[in-house]
Structure formats: structure tokens, C-alpha cells
């Protein structure tokens, strides 16, 4: 029996971002979608109802900790919501807090150790070990 893949929305203005987040993430089990803009992200949250958001911080149009106070307005209950961003650590920690977000990541974090710190943020929310028996 196989485990339910974790639905990840990645929103980001930079194509290539989202090229590599989606290979990335894909390759890790996850089940990925993809939007290009700030706009709309909202509409897309309530329709496709992904487990996580990974939200880029530096959008044209509205900034991502805009667009999470928007868009958790009408997400399903449980929907986690990440900053993500090439800025430094201590102010996308700082960023997160002030905005509500359920955790960030900083964009030099790719591949497995990006698969690895969603999977923790998940399992965290959800408040279960990483454990699953047989």
C-alpha cells in the first residue's frame, strides 16, 4: 500500500525556479503544481487544495507574505504555507513570523534537502513522527 503523495504548490515568478523546484520535488514523491504569478494564487489554493504552498518572498504584483495572507483566506483547512527565498536567513525567519507562516526555506536549498525540510514541515503540522509501519 503506498502512502498519499504530499500536494505541493510552488508559486514563484521565475520560470527556471519552478522548473527545478518541480523536477526536484517530483522526483521526491511529491505531487507538484506550478504558478508563475502572484496573482490568482488564491483561487488556485481553494480549487487544486494542496497540502503545502512554497511561496516565493520576491513576486512582482504582490509580495509572497501578501499573497499568503490572501490566499490562506480561502484555503482548505490543514494547508501549510512556506517562504521561500533567496533572501538571507534571519530575515525570511523574521518575515514568516510576522506574516503567520507555517515555516521558510531559503532557495539555496534544492533537491533532497529541499524534499527533506517539506516533509519535516508536513509531519510536523500534522503532528506525526516520520514513522509509517508496514
Request: aromatic share 4%; proline share 3%; hydrophobic share 40%.
Given at each position: 500500500?503506498?502512502?498519499?503523495?504530499?500536494?505541493?504548490?510552488?508559486?514563484?515568478?521565475?520560470?527556471?525556479?519552478?522548473?527545478?523546484?518541480?523536477?526536484?520535488?517530483?522526483?521526491?514523491?511529491?505531487?507538484?503544481?506550478?504558478?508563475?504569478?502572484s496573482?490568482?494564487?488564491?483561487?488556485?489554493?481553494?480549487?487544486?487544495?494542496?497540502?503545502?504552498?512554497?511561496?516565493?518572498?520576491?513576486?512582482?504584483?504582490?509580495?509572497?507574505?501578501?499573497?499568503?495572507?490572501?490566499?490562506?483566506?480561502?484555503?482548505?483547512a490543514?494547508?501549510?504555507?512556506?517562504?521561500?527565498?533567496?533572501s538571507?536567513?534571519?530575515?525570511?525567519?523574521?518575515?514568516?513570523?510576522?506574516?503567520?507562516?507555517?515555516?521558510?526555506?531559503?532557495?539555496?536549498?534544492?533537491?533532497?534537502?529541499?524534499?527533506?525540510?517539506?516533509?519535516?514541515?508536513?509531519?510536523?503540522?500534522?503532528?506525526?513522527?516520520?514513522?509509517?509501519?508496514?
Amino acid at each position: 500500500m503506498s502512502e498519499m503523495k504530499i500536494r505541493v504548490l510552488v508559486v514563484d515568478d521565475d520560470q527556471d525556479q519552478l522548473t527545478l523546484a518541480e523536477r526536484s520535488l517530483s522526483a521526491y514523491g511529491f505531487d507538484v503544481r506550478t504558478h508563475r504569478s502572484s496573482l490568482g494564487v488564491s483561487n488556485l489554493v481553494r480549487s487544486t487544495m494542496p497540502d503545502l504552498v512554497l511561496l516565493d518572498v520576491n513576486i512582482p504584483a504582490l509580495t509572497g507574505d501578501k499573497v499568503l495572507t490572501l490566499a490562506r483566506g480561502q484555503a482548505p483547512a490543514g494547508t501549510l504555507f512556506v517562504l521561500f527565498s533567496a533572501s538571507d536567513e534571519s530575515t525570511l525567519r523574521q518575515l514568516a513570523k510576522a506574516s503567520g507562516a507555517d515555516g521558510y526555506i531559503t532557495k539555496s536549498t534544492q533537491g533532497e534537502d529541499l524534499a527533506k525540510k517539506l516533509h519535516a514541515i508536513h509531519a510536523k503540522a500534522r503532528g506525526t513522527l516520520a514513522s509509517s509501519a508496514p
